[in-house]
């Protein structure tokens, strides 16, 4: 990799990783009553509420009974189970035969919720619900995903990390939405990969002007594969692809490779990178298509983007780049939130850009432990918040890898270190907020309103932890 695009990319380091199905739907429903958990829609979908036919949990008031005559009428018995809170369980006499149909079957639970409802009215009665069933917390079956470690509930149990971003545990309510973009402001995306389906990818569009650093025999075009950024095949970084498939380009939960911070929200790969890096003038018109301004020349962009991801950077404070920052400035207005790489200099990042410009989310790198990986990120008082970039010179939980942050490449899959690698961990958590808000039939949050939830519930850091200014501590998924 040659020095101008080192500086642009921040100056990854690579270290290889090569490995060679089902999906699981986001939930689409959140019922907040009864009715509306135990309704036909509900219940005909996968991950519909469940609970043990025809029983019922009873908390009676102090010194309260229910009268003999109250259980005949509505058809129930009491059992001799009884919590260790005091629950008493109730059971129907009728019951749901083997092989009834679903509508039969729903008619009977809506039995089951009128009775209920009756209990829950009664003057004895504290309480009643169904006796639900609960199920495993959601997690990918990706075999690779025990090396993403970047991912894992934050903590320092079996399964856990220190610098996990607590996604198991948003993942247990959310995994992102198909009407949320996420564009990928970068080299571009391989052409063919075993993990990528165009199922999580949106179209999106070349804005390489000059035809040699494209290195794809033109200029600007619909095409935004990837035809590698070196001089040569083992020179390529793949880079759009690797910080991609954080973001969740990846099919995940599909038994294969790795998975991505989204299973469903759309990618959207922007290409502004090729030899010898990419020009401010390509990547403002690149930041103004993402967010669904027209661009002179270029067709209007037909899945705007709610998220922009760039993890690029370049020595200069952002006051000396005025074009870049107008970009982002139209992007912020249009509601876009914008995500940006701190830099891999090990210097305070009010000296670079986009790093130090206003309107963005400026993303500095945590390492296994939850440590600011001070021999490389970039620091200092721009910097909103810290997320996983890796760092492939330790091997603190001892797997034999190195612990950099595993996502797809032009090779396969590779540990890649670098706030590069921090950036999109932000901007695919950003994805499953406005995706949550979605699914609760809520607005979508606004820039300035995604940064103020990242950051009041960032996981704390001590002094020693960040050393340096790292805003508001690490990242963390689990967001109410």
């Not at 911070?261 to 790969?269: A, F, L, M, P, R």
């Not at 206003?358 to 990120?377: E, M, P, Q």
């Not at 995706?435 to 300035?448: D, E, F, H, N, V």
Request: with cysteine.
């Amino acid at each position: 990799m040659n020095a101008v695009l080192s500086k642009l990319l921040g100056g990854i380091t690579v270290a290889f990783f090569s490995v060679g199905s089902h999906s699981a739907e986001a939930p689409a429903w959140r019922p907040t009553t009864l009715a509306a958990a135990i309704s036909l829609k509900n219940y005909a979908r996968p991950e519909a509420a469940d609970f043990v036919d025809g029983e019922i949990l009873v908390r009676l008031k102090e010194g309260q009974t229910l009268d003999d005559g109250f259980l005949w009428k509505w058809g129930l018995y009491r059992t001799d189970r009884v919590t260790s809170g005091g629950d008493v369980i109730y059971r129907r006499t009728d019951f749901v035969p083997k092989g009834m149909p679903l509508k039969q079957v729903v008619e009977h639970r809506q039995r089951l919720l009128k009775v209920i409802q009756r209990l829950q009215a009664h003057p004895a009665v504290e309480y009643a619900q169904p006796n639900w069933i609960l199920h495993p917390v959601q997690m990918p079956d990706d075999p690779d995903y025990k090396s993403q470690w970047h991912y894992f509930d934050n903590g320092a149990d079996a399964g856990e990390a220190s610098g996990g971003i607590n996604l198991p545990k948003a993942w247990a309510s959310n995994v992102g939405h198909p009407s949320v973009v996420v564009a990928v402001i970068d080299t571009g995306l391989v052409a063919i990969h075993e993990d990528i389906s165009r199922v999580n990818v949106a179209d999106g569009y070349d804005f390489i002007s000059d035809p040699a650093r494209a290195a794809d025999g033109d200029g600007r075009d619909p095409d935004e594969t990837d035809p590698g950024d070196g001089e040569a095949e083992d020179q390529h970084s793949w880079h759009g692809t690797h910080v991609a498939g954080t973001v969740g380009v990846v099919d995940s939960n599909n038994g294969l490779g790795v998975a991505g911070v989204n299973w469903h929200t759309k990618v959207q790969s922007v290409r502004v990178l090729g030899k010898g890096g990419g020009t401010t003038s390509d990547i403002v018109d690149a930041i103004r298509w993402a967010a669904g301004l027209p661009v002179p020349g270029v067709p209007d962009n037909p899945t705007p983007a709610q998220v922009v991801n760039m993890s690029l950077g370049g020595l200069r404070p952002c006051l000396l780049d005025p074009a870049e920052q107008s970009a982002i400035n139209d992007a912020v207005a249009q509601g876009v939130t914008v995500v940006v790489s701190a830099g891999n200099e090990a210097l305070n990042a009010a000296f670079f850009t986009p790093a130090s410009c206003k309107n963005v989310i400026t993303v500095a790198a945590s390492d296994f432990r939850g440590h600011l990986v001070s021999r490389y990120s970039n620091y200092g008082r721009t910097i909103e918040i810290m997320a996983p970039g890796g760092d492939l010179e330790r091997d603190d939980n001892g797997d034999g890898n190195p612990d950099g942050v595993l996502s797809t490449t032009g090779r396969g899959y590779e540990y890649y270190n670098g706030t590069s690698m921090a950036a999109p961990h932000v901007a695919g958590v950003v994805g499953l907020l406005q995706s949550a808000r979605i699914q609760a039939g809520l607005s979508l949050l606004t820039p300035q309103q995604v940064l103020q939830k990242i950051q009041e519930n960032a996981i704390s850091r001590t002094t020693e932890q960040c050393p340096r200014p790292c805003g508001a501590g690490l990242l963390n998924a689990a967001i109410e």
